[in-house]
């Protein structure tokens, strides 16, 4: 092999350590005890060069009681994330219809977090539970 093969390699090589490996965007989804509306905060995304933003979606409290927790209900949990993600066009929103049985489920205890890093479609979620405002 070449002086100058060898040199283009070293180069490679160099310019990959260099390369930070891409992170996850976050996703937050905040609930409050009781009440079935989320405030979902997502990160910014370095694809498009849009984020952070906030919208609602009917994800949480699925038992919609004061009782402590909040019931994260996802009819897919894959759909939902596809959803928030600007490049994926999927089938649906992953939030369960009225009188659909969710998917998949997260109880997370008022005052509490669940960290879920890597789920798919480039996320880290984190689930949070807030105490409802006339709750004590």
Do not use: K, Y
Request: charged share 15%; aromatic share 8%.
């Amino acid at each position: 092999m070449s002086n100058c093969a060898c040199a283009v390699g070293a180069l490679l090589v160099s310019l990959l350590a260099l390369v930070e490996p891409a992170r996850a965007t976050s996703l937050r989804i905040t609930c409050r005890d009781g009440d079935p509306e989320a405030l979902v905060r997502i990160g910014r995304f370095a694809l498009e060069g849009i984020g952070p933003f906030r919208m609602t979606a009917a994800v949480c409290d699925f038992d919609q009681t004061c009782d402590g927790a909040c019931t994260f209900a996802f009819c897919s949990l894959g759909e939902f994330l596809c959803a928030n993600h600007p490049v994926c066009v999927g089938p649906g929103t992953g939030v369960c219809q009225p009188g659909s049985a969710p998917v998949d489920q997260f109880v997370v205890p008022v005052g509490g977090g669940q960290s879920l890093p890597d789920v798919g479609f480039g996320f880290d979620l984190t689930l949070r539970c807030r105490r409802s405002p006339g709750w004590r």
